[in-house]
């Protein structure tokens, strides 16, 4: 019966939190390493992009629970994803027009683009705290809870309640259902396939007939649905805040650094490895432990290797490491 209660307590405060919050890592950093394979920059406006699609969404949902609109048990704001999308596409495409382009044709370095995503950042950044401010905002309504820890004691009859919490199984099934797509559009499609070679080899692709710039509209496109999407199931799951986009940078980055930058597959796989690691080294044992243990081997402390407020650390710490010992990362992608 203890062993059960260790693997509840286990999956209630570490294996589902880690799932969740590894599913809204990959879709970002599928974002920045597809930017980074065909665009061929590190877009450090990412975090700041993923605030103001999360923040059209937010405001969407306003708009639709004042109208009386709502999908149920299910969070309203699924109704105002497409609207969330739409917005940050316009956003991104003016910016890649009006910004990227220039540079795009003057052939310029990739720390250049850097430089330019920064000042980019900072403006998206003001543009969405001018809007909706810089406090926390929630948006969520419907069921909380698939299954509350409460039920879960009261069906099981075990100590340990196991809290599944509607935003985490949306959070998987979306990541899951958006992958699947995204590997079929890249696999399948005419221009999925185009950007593939754009990406292996831009010249050649240049010499086959295939338009630069169509490729460039379309990875736009993708990026700004994946980042929306990727944005609301976090702010859904945990709570919107425009600095915690920010925040979200490093652990994106390093997702994508961990997987191997260009390697879609990579960045799914750096998602879940940054997720679990964060959430596995800020967890206190002591209650697993206990569980697992002989009564007179239980630990006084919290067994915490490190507190919760240092989390991004742990992402800074992967990224040092792996930067040091296999810049392609686990999938190798390009190197940095």
């Known amino acids: 019966m203890d062993f059960l209660n260790a693997i509840v307590a286990l999956s209630n405060f570490?294996?589902?939190?880690?799932?969740?919050?590894?599913?809204?890592?990959?879709l970002g950093a599928l974002g920045?390493?597809?930017?980074?394979?065909?665009?061929r920059f590190s877009n450090f406006a990412?975090?700041?992009?993923?605030a103001f699609g999360t923040m059209i969404v937010i405001l969407f949902t306003w708009l639709f629970q004042s109208w009386g609109i709502s999908l149920g048990p299910l969070p309203t704001a699924l109704l105002a994803i497409p609207f969330g999308i739409a917005g940050t596409a316009a956003l991104?495409?003016?910016?890649?027009?009006?910004?990227?382009?220039?540079?795009?044709?003057?052939?310029?370095?990739?720390?250049?683009?850097?430089?330019?995503?920064?000042g980019v950042m900072f403006i998206y950044n003001g543009l969405t705290r001018f809007i909706l401010g810089a406090d926390d905002q929630r948006f969520a309504d419907g069921e909380r809870f698939i299954i509350s820890a409460r039920e879960f004691k009261n069906l099981t009859g075990l100590d340990e309640g196991l809290?599944?919490?509607?935003?985490?199984?949306?959070?998987?099934?979306?990541?899951?259902?958006v992958v699947a797509l995204l590997f079929w559009f890249l696999n399948r499609t005419r221009t999925g396939k185009s950007m593939r070679a754009y990406s292996d080899n831009e010249d050649l692709a240049l010499l086959s007939g295939i338009n630069p710039e169509r490729v460039v509209m379309v990875t736009w496109l993708i990026v700004a649905a994946l980042?929306?999407?990727?944005?609301?199931?976090?702010?859904?799951d945990k709570s919107y805040k425009p600095f915690t986009y920010f925040q979200l940078l490093l652990p994106i980055f390093a997702a994508a650094i961990v997987g191997g930058l260009g390697s879609p597959l990579g960045a799914i796989a750096g998602g879940f490895v940054i997720a679990f690691s964060e959430v596995a080294i800020t967890y206190a044992w002591?209650?697993?432990?206990?569980?697992?243990?002989?009564?007179?081997?239980?630990?006084?402390?919290l067994v915490q290797l490190m507190a919760t407020e240092y989390k991004f650390a742990?992402?800074?710490?992967?990224l040092v490491v792996v930067l040091l010992f296999k810049p392609t990362g686990l999938f190798k992608g390009k190197s940095v």
């Open 92 to 118: 991104v495409l003016l910016t890649d027009r009006g910004v990227y382009r220039f540079y795009r044709g003057q052939k310029a370095k990739p720390v250049v683009y850097v430089i330019v995503s920064i």
């Open 32 to 39: 920045v390493t597809l930017i980074y394979g065909i665009l």
């Open 286 to 301: 002591k209650k697993v432990l206990t569980y697992m243990m002989p009564e007179s081997l239980e630990p006084s402390g």
């Open 314 to 318: 742990v992402s800074f710490m992967i």
């Open 227 to 236: 980042i929306t999407i990727a944005g609301t199931l976090y702010g859904l």
């Open 163 to 177: 809290g599944l919490k509607t935003t985490q199984g949306l959070t998987v099934v979306t990541a899951v259902i």
């Open 14 to 26: 570490v294996i589902i939190p880690a799932m969740a919050y590894g599913s809204q890592l990959a």
């Open 46 to 50: 990412h975090g700041d992009t993923m």
